[in-house]
């Protein structure tokens, strides 16, 4: 391979981190331990949906 051609590594991938990376206004944020919290939750709903259905 010649030093000329573009192999798609990291140049491939640079403006998704550059998208990815900036800070928007109006973009939802979220707390992350929400988040979590929804999780265990829904897990633990799932478990008694299991529960009740046998």
Known sequence: MS???NSGGLMSSAG???Y?????RNAVRINPKSVFAFGILFGILIMVLNVLAI
Do not use: C, K, W
């Open 20 to 24: 990815f990376d900036a800070e928007d």
């Open 16 to 18: 998704l981190v550059r």
């Open 3 to 5: 030093s000329g051609q």
